[in-house]
């Protein structure tokens, strides 16, 4: 008995290492919609969501609800949303990288550096 | 490559010859006289010698795992080889002693009072059954061994585009564990592998090291610590494998960030080409363009 325990327990192992996090954040009016969840397709509950200014300011925190799906207000300066899972274990989606968000909305320096945070709410 | 295989063939072959040699039957059939006690003892000393140091260059060459199969697969078709080459030289012409038989050998039919002495001026041949066993006995085996030398990938780390640097007061090779285009997983993400090697004993000063797309972030302040610098290496071994996300937004200019933090709290990074590190990556960024 103990030696099936012992494979189906390696086996899980080897599943459980490989899992990544993921998500995927869209721009709907003035809001922002998120899903999270697991390379393989799993829901995320309740993982923390962190939508941080590039100062480092934190903007707002919050939580992956039972939907695997976080919303917030569209914060009006350059940002980046941490879906935080653990140490070594987490997904950032850049303001640059949201479906829907116009590529130009925080203009940038040619050195990278943001300058003037164009209308909050085009 | 193919000369470190055929080197490991080689030195299997001398050390198993040696091996053979060393012994009373094998000695006596190849010298014509028996090899006195001390000689015997430097060809079994010579022999496993030879053997260790295939062994040591499979390992060298392929690390431990690998390296070991590598030597026994070509210890195998060595040791073949030898079967059927002592063989043939104990049934040579004049050098077989008379009434000794072996189990691929036939011999003729006795028909008259002097049959052995016939057989012992020409030699018994093989008989069909006897060819064709020992054939499929070395080609067999032989073509199941190249298969599985054309199939196995190379390993990451040891493939020609592996990088080759140091971070910090460590030394690591880091390479894309797979050379094909990102995966498509949940939610349209894509996801690439890397894997990556630190030297011996290294990893005892290290508490972390990351990869990601584009440069960490760090909490505010001076000597912040890290807030997101991607995803961990893990995995059992020495060998660690970290799946990096491709941003929807990337570019080529991101470049590939690693992360290295010490367990003294020291964090250090280096950028990587994306282009060099994963030209698969790249293709798929510009295509994606």
């Not at chain 1, 640059?96 to 968000?101: A, E, F």
């Not at chain 2, 392929?62 to 078709?77: A, E, K, N």
């Not at chain 2, 006995?137 to 585009?161: H, M, N, S, V, Y």
């Not at chain 2, 440069?215 to 610098?229: D, I, K, M, Q, T």
């Amino acid at each position: 008995m103990r030696i099936p325990i012992l494979v189906l327990a390696l086996l899980c192992s080897a599943a459980v290492s490989a899992h990544t996090p993921v998500c995927l954040c869209e721009l709907n009016g003035n809001r922002l919609d998120c899903e999270g969840g697991f390379h393989d397709g799993s829901g995320a509950v309740d993982v923390t969501m962190r939508v941080i200014a590039y100062g480092g300011e934190t903007l707002v925190t919050g939580k992956l609800d039972d939907a695997s799906r976080f919303s917030t207000p569209l914060p009006g300066q350059p940002f980046y949303i941490l879906m935080d899972v653990g140490p070594g274990e987490v997904f950032e989606v850049d303001w640059r990288d949201i479906v829907g968000i116009d590529g130009q909305r925080f203009e940038t320096t040619e050195a990278g550096d943001v300058v003037v945070p164009q209308m909050a709410n085009r | 490559m193919t000369a470190v295989h055929l080197l490991v063939l080689l030195i299997s072959l001398a050390g198993f010859a040696g091996l053979a040699l060393a012994m009373p039957k094998h000695g006596k059939a190849i010298f014509r006289q028996p090899l006195s006690d001390a000689r015997r003892q430097l060809l079994r000393l010579a022999g496993w010698l030879l053997l260790a140091v295939a062994l040591a260059l499979g390992m060298d060459r392929w690390r431990f795992d690998i390296g070991t199969v590598t030597w026994l697969g070509w210890l195998s078709v060595a040791g073949l080889v030898l079967v059927f080459v002592l063989s043939r030289w104990a049934v040579r012409p004049g050098s077989r002693p008379k009434n000794e038989g072996s189990f691929f050998m036939q011999r003729p039919a006795q028909k008259s009072g002097n049959a052995d002495s016939e057989s012992a001026d020409t030699g018994p041949s093989l008989s069909t059954r006897g060819t064709v066993f020992a054939a499929a006995a070395l080609l067999i085996p032989l073509a199941w061994f190249t298969g599985q030398l054309l199939t196995t990938p190379i390993k990451p780390l040891l493939r020609e585009d592996a990088i080759h640097g140091d971070v910090g007061p460590w030394s690591f090779t880091l390479a894309e564990k797979e050379q094909n285009q990102p995966e498509i997983v949940a939610l349209n993400v894509p996801l690439k592998a890397f894997v990556i090697r630190f030297c011996d004993g290294c990893e005892r000063d290290i508490r972390m090291a990351y990869l990601k797309v584009r440069e960490p972030r760090f909490l505010p302040g001076v000597g912040g610590s890290l807030r997101a610098a991607g995803n961990a290496f893990e995995g059992r071994g020495r060998e660690k494998t970290a799946e990096v996300p491709l941003p929807r937004a990337a570019t080529l200019g991101d470049g590939l960030w690693l992360t290295v933090e010490a367990t003294n709290g020291e964090v250090y990074h280096q950028r990587f080409d994306i282009q060099r590190l994963s030209p698969a990556m790249a293709r798929f960024i510009r295509e994606d363009k």
